[in-house]
């Protein structure tokens, strides 16, 4: 099947993938007086004088709205906001698929930081939560802090968070099939942008000691004082052996390689440098950063990539419909980093000890199980957070 | 029934009134691939390469932003951009029942007139149409008119010309009705906020020639220099003959009294002071300017309310679902003046000849045959302005 083509047919004929529908009957006077008009003005007025009754009345707390600039958009760059419309109305239509969430596209004109962050403030009362979207590093960092500051429902950049989360989730279980432990293993993450920075957060909260991240200038280090704010920050919580090199020099004699980069960048002789029984996360897309087959015949053990066409999918769709879902359902007014732990555990879990091996870490993007794994873990990390 | 309660129970049962939904299906691999990564690349790289195609593969050409910042809701005030989701998601339904269009409230947590143009004008690439709701005046004026000129889709603030497309469909067949000519009458309008400025413009440009506007301070008059600049705006376009006085002395001799304005304002002497015939549209919600029975006591021959009570309901319903729906067909860049003449007619035209008495002056909210017969009348307006 030619996605491609397919796509473009889709897309046209429907008009767009995503419509507006109407929980409630409009079929005579007194629907019109209760759904609108007069009656309309009573729970305007509760929640004039309440304001949390705006979850009672209104659809605000099912409803997210998915933001983006389009200056990061799939593989394709900096596209803008008309042309990465396509993109969020995909996103909200599997909020809706995967977790029965409202999620309305906003597409942006501008790509100014501050008003990014004026703007999603100031259209935040319609909306139970914000997912970020498709917006570059190192913009979406600060986008996404400063935001969440100013409001007091969830701010989650799903290509930094998402990622981190299904990427963890992968770990837990690759390293459980390779019989090795969280706290000996050593990771090095290709990749310093948005999802790069993200995943080797995650991967230190659930307890991974020894991280170097490679970037196109080679491996991050803190002494080497030509690092961007961004880059400096991810050097200081990585790389404690002060190492300096090429990818080449950093793969070799490690547990995992996480790929967030580009195509081809790992070859086959770097595959048979790395420890034993190597494990391979090589997400770039569409085309990964080694094959899946290349890197089994170097010795790799466990491969996983972002394609629905080779085993081990990392896909974003297991995580963010059921981390809203559960923080919609607690009305968690951001998504800590102990939310997101229990999101990748809940994830990583959806595998029985019985089922997992070295072609299946991970759940299919069509198991419908996940989401409501993940909202319950999701819920309850919050409620204990806000109980200590 | 008490639409109040029954509107609060309406309310919390559904926990608001809109959803989104999804117009493609998601069964599996193929379909994911179709609607999201990695076929959506291709509909995104269309659209960046020629911006017009958005209205091919995205939801954009059928979409309308509702927003307000909640600073004249109904009768209730300024109550902020929360407590006015539940009228604004009210209009939504209605845009759906009554027109099939897919309409987002947007509720603002900003007042300040610069920051929502900014926002509207930076959240466009999304909507086909802009849907300015309950904002109040004379902020609203300037709102529009500068958002109209920093976009190119519709900007419309229906407070305002869809309360004058309706007045004008009914001033049109009220004459009909005494038998009196569009260009000799005698018009009073009483209160000069949006809807009255609106309404006045309009009727100015269906051929009336002699209007005079009253508010909480008299009779607007050019000569009288503390008036603000929107009210001179409108001092200056009626009143010739530069009468000064209240409310009784503007409606002696007045053929149509149209009162946005107030509960109780007009009574049954003033109502017997204005011309043979008089036509009284009575527009104060909830309650009246003057209750119909009374005024059809003092002599009124045809009256009309915004109630649906009483009969000759003037309902901006009859107009918005149709006025977009024209609009987004031929992809308008604006509402023109001829669009709003049209839609005026179409919505009066909706009455034949033989149905139209004193009771009957304007089509039922609930006649689906409105919003299809203004949706034309609106297209062909906006084609034949293209083409001079």
Avoid at 174 to 192: C, E, F, P, Q, R
Avoid at 209 to 214: E, G, H, L
Avoid at 262 to 281: C, G, N, Q, R, Y
Wanted: proline share 5%; aromatic share 4%; charged share 25%.
């Amino acid at each position: 099947m030619d996605y491609y083509k397919e796509s473009l047919k889709l897309h046209a004929e429907h008009k767009g993938k995503i419509a507006v529908s109407s929980k409630v009957p409009l079929n005579n006077k007194d629907d019109l007086s209760t759904a609108y008009t007069p009656g309309v003005a009573e729970p305007c007025k509760e929640i004039h004088k309440d304001p949390k009754q705006v979850y009672t009345y209104t659809s605000k707390g099912n409803t997210v709205a998915v933001i983006s600039d389009g200056s990061a958009v799939l593989g394709l760059g900096n596209i803008g906001g008309k042309a990465a419309i396509p993109v969020m109305e995909g996103k909200a239509v599997l909020f809706k698929s995967f977790a029965d969430i409202d999620a309305i596209p906003i597409c942006l004109e501008t790509q100014d930081t501050e008003e990014i962050i004026n703007i999603a403030k100031n259209i935040s009362p319609t909306f139970g939560g914000i997912n970020l979207e498709d917006i570059s590093a190192p913009r979406c960092f600060e986008i996404e802090r400063r935001l969440q500051e100013l409001v007091d429902i969830p701010v989650f950049h799903d290509d930094q968070h998402g990622t981190a989360i299904i990427v963890s989730a992968a770990v837990i279980n690759a390293l459980k099939v390779v019989n090795k432990n969280i706290s000996d293993v050593k990771i090095v993450v290709n990749g310093a942008g948005s999802a790069g920075n993200a995943i080797v957060n995650m991967l230190l909260s659930i307890g991974v000691k020894n991280i170097i991240v490679c970037d196109r200038a080679g491996i991050l280090c803190r002494e080497d004082n030509t690092l961007s704010p961004h880059m400096m920050a991810l050097a200081e919580v990585t790389n404690k052996e002060l190492l300096r090199g090429n990818l080449e020099d950093a793969v070799k004699g490690r547990d995992l390689f996480i790929g967030v980069s580009a195509p081809k960048v790992l070859t086959e002789k770097m595959v048979s440098s790395m420890a034993k029984d190597p494990v391979i996360f090589a997400m770039a897309n569409p085309e990964p950063e080694i094959m899946p087959d290349l890197a089994k015949k170097a010795g790799a053990r466990v491969v996983g990539t972002g394609r629905s066409d080779f085993p081990n999918q990392i896909n974003n769709v297991l995580a963010f419909p059921g981390v809203f879902k559960g923080a919609l359902k607690v009305r968690a007014k951001r998504i800590t980093e102990a939310m997101k732990v229990a999101a990748a555990y809940a994830v990583a879990n959806v595998i029985k000890e019985d089922d997992l091996n070295e072609d299946n870490i991970i759940p299919s993007p069509f198991n419908r199980n996940v989401a409501e794994k993940v909202a319950e873990a999701v819920g309850k990390a919050w409620e204990e957070e806000v109980r200590k």
